[in-house]
C-alpha cells in the first residue's frame, strides 16, 4: 500500500510497475513546468501518461495523488490545483464552454521558505517577469480586477513599458509578455460586444485571485502608492 493509502495492487500493478508511472509523472510536471515558464498544466495531460497504457478507471487520480507526494516528499514541491477563473463578460458561457477541458489543472509552487528560496532557488534573470507581472496584475487590480486593453496599454506606457516595444533591455517583447501572463493564468483575456464594436479586456486570472497571491499583490501596491489599495481606485 502506498503513503497516499492506495493498495496499487488493486488495479493489478506491481511496486515497479507503480514507481515507474509515478515517476513519469513527476518528471513530467517538472520538465513542463520549465518548459513552458510555469504555465498551468492540464489535468488532461497527466491522464493521458496513465491511460496511454493502462485502463483501470480510477488509476490516473491514484498515480497523480501519489505523484503529488513524491513532488512534496522529495522536491519540495506543491502541485497546486487551480479553480479557473470566470469571466465576467456576457460572453461568459461561450468562453466557459471553450475551456471546459482546461478547468482542472495545476502549477508547481515552492514551499520552501521566501528567504531561502531567494537565497538557494530564484533565478535572477526571472526578476524583471515578477515585477512585470506585479505591476500588470496591480493596475488590473486598482481598475476594480477588470480594465480594457487600451486603458491598460495607457497605464503602462506611463511607466515607459510600450506596446510596440519588442526590444525591452529587461523584458524584451513587451506584449508577448503580456500575453505570458495570460498562458499563465495570472489574467485572462476576454471580448466584449459594446456599441463600438469588440473592445479587449482584462480580468484577474485564479493565479492573480490566490488567496496568497492576491495579498502580495495589495501589499505591493500599497507600498508604491504609500496607501491602503481598498480605499483607491484607478482613474484616466
Known sequence: MGDNGVDFSQFGLSSEETDKLVGE?????LFKTHQSSGCPIKREELTQ?????????????AV???????????????????????????NQARYSQQSAADLRSYIVVSQLPADVYRKFVEDVNTAPLTGF????????????????E????????????????????????????????????YIQK??????????VVFELAERALDGEVSQKIKDYVSQIIGKDVTTIELND
Open 25 to 29: 509523472v513527476v518528471r513530467y510536471v
Open 49 to 61: 501518461i496513465v491511460t496511454k497504457n493502462y485502463r483501470q478507471r480510477a488509476l490516473p487520480a
Open 64 to 90: 497523480i495523488d501519489k505523484a503529488r507526494e513524491k513532488l512534496t516528499g522529495v522536491f519540495g514541491y506543491e502541485l497546486k490545483e487551480l479553480q479557473r477563473a470566470r469571466s465576467t463578460s456576457k
Open 133 to 148: 507581472t506585479f505591476v500588470v496584475a496591480g493596475i488590473v487590480h486598482l481598475a476594480g480586477g477588470k480594465i480594457s
Open 150 to 185: 487600451e486603458n491598460l496599454w495607457h497605464h503602462l506606457r506611463r511607466l515607459g513599458l510600450k506596446e510596440t516595444d519588442e526590444n525591452h533591455p529587461a523584458l524584451g517583447n513587451v506584449k508577448l509578455l503580456l500575453e505570458t501572463l495570460v498562458q499563465q493564468r
Open 190 to 199: 476576454d471580448k466584449v460586444n459594446g456599441p463600438e464594436g469588440n473592445t
